[in-house]
C-alpha cells in the first residue's frame, strides 16, 4: 500500500519539523516526508531535513513551491512554522490538504502580525489566564480555515514569552502529530 506523501514548509529552526520527523521514525504515522520547503535559506529546520535524508528546497515562489510539492507526488502540505500567506495557487492545488499548526486558542491572537514569540507577548501582555495551540485546514483568509485540534496551556504568573513559548510548543508538537493522523486516517506506522 502506498504511504502517505507529506510536503512541510517551514521558515525557522524546524522543532515542528522534527516532531514530525521523529513520529515517523518511530513509526507512529503512517507516511513519509517527500520534501522540506524553507522560505528562508538560513533556516535551521533545512538542516534537520537533510539529517534525516530528506530532500530540501529553499523558495519563496508560490509557483516552485507548488510544482515541487506535486513533483514530490505530496499528498498533505504542512505549516510547520512557515511564516508566508498561502495564495491562490497553491490552495488550488490543495485545496483541503494544507495544515498549519498556530501557537494560540485561535480565533485568539491570530492573523496578520500575529507569529512565533509576538504571539505569546500578547498573550501575556493582554493578561490571559489560559493560551495553546491549534490545528487547522489553510483557507484565503489568514489563521480561518477550519479548526481541526486545539489544546490548552494554562499562563502562570512567573511566565516570559519565551517560557510560555516552549510549554506551548510542547502542545503544538502533540497536537500537530495527532492532526496529521487525523488528516490520513490515524493508521500507525511510517517508513522514511
Do not use: W
Not at 499528498?75 to 512557515?82: P, T
Not at 500567506?85 to 488550488?92: R, S, V
Not at 512565533?116 to 490545528?135: F, M, S, Y
Amino acid at each position: 500500500m502506498k504511504k502517505t506523501k507529506l510536503g512541510v514548509l517551514i521558515s525557522g529552526g524546524g522543532t515542528n519539523l522534527q516532531a514530525i520527523i521523529d513520529a515517523c521514525q518511530q513509526q507512529v504515522l503512517d507516511a513519509e516526508i517527500a520534501i522540506v520547503i524553507s522560505s528562508d535559506a538560513t533556516a535551521y529546520g533545512l538542516e534537520r531535513a537533510r539529517l534525516a535524508g530528506i530532500k530540501t528546497l529553499t523558495s519563496r515562489l508560490e509557483g516552485d513551491i507548488t510544482s515541487a510539492l506535486q513533483s514530490a507526488q505530496v499528498d498533505y502540505v504542512i505549516l510547520a512554522g512557515y511564516l508566508r500567506k498561502i495564495g491562490p495557487e497553491l490552495l488550488a492545488a490543495y485545496p483541503t490538504q494544507i495544515l498549519n499548526i498556530h501557537p494560540s486558542l485561535i480565533p485568539a491572537f491570530s492573523g496578520k502580525g500575529f507569529y512565533g514569540l509576538k504571539v505569546h507577548e500578547a498573550v501575556i501582555k493582554r493578561g490571559v489566564k489560559i493560551t495553546g495551540a491549534t490545528t487547522h485546514l489553510v483557507n484565503a483568509e489568514l489563521d480561518e480555515g477550519p479548526i481541526i485540534r486545539q489544546e490548552v496551556v494554562h499562563v502562570l504568573p512567573e511566565d516570559t514569552p519565551e517560557s510560555l513559548q516552549q510549554r506551548v510548543l510542547e502542545i503544538e508538537h502533540h497536537i500537530l502529530i495527532e492532526s496529521i493522523k487525523d488528516l490520513i486516517g490515524g493508521n500507525s506506522s511510517c517508513v522514511h
